[in-house]
């Protein structure tokens, strides 16, 4: 837990009651958050939320597997070291990662930038 007492030890000491755990990978470690924190300090996530909306929209979109065939599973990040990416989404998950690429976080425009884009045409 000495990871975890070093990166919320500022919240700890600001005495907050409430986080928000806003990134994808802190629900596999919202039980250490809970720990480190304490009893009184309430974790708010939204994986449930975003489990359920994807399902809908796999739904709506007709995009559920049906296939039996195995699955391949490739997975986009944002950098970082893609290998280390690989070991860890492979002992946390326990799937064959088969392909771990690089996201170009640069291809991403906030709506404000399409929208003056847009403008300037």
């Known amino acids: 837990f000495a990871v975890a007492n070093a990166y919320l030890a500022p919240l700890k000491d600001a ?6 755990l806003g990134c994808t990978h802190y629900p596999l470690i919202s039980a250490a958050i809970q720990y480190v924190m304490g009893p009184d300090v309430s974790l708010v996530s939204s994986d449930d939320a975003t489990a359920y909306e994807v399902y809908q929209t796999l739904v709506t979109h007709d995009l559920l597997r049906t296939s039996t065939t195995p699955a391949v599973h490739s997975f986009e990040t944002t950098g970082g070291d893609r290998e280390r990416f690989h070991e860890l989404a492979h002992r ?27 403008t300037d045409s």
Do not use: H, M
């Open 15 to 20: 005495k907050v009651d409430t986080l928000v």
């Open 92 to 118: 946390f998950l326990g799937l064959e990662i088969d392909r771990v690429d690089d996201f170009p976080t640069g291809a991403i425009r906030l709506p404000s930038q399409i929208e003056l884009e847009n």
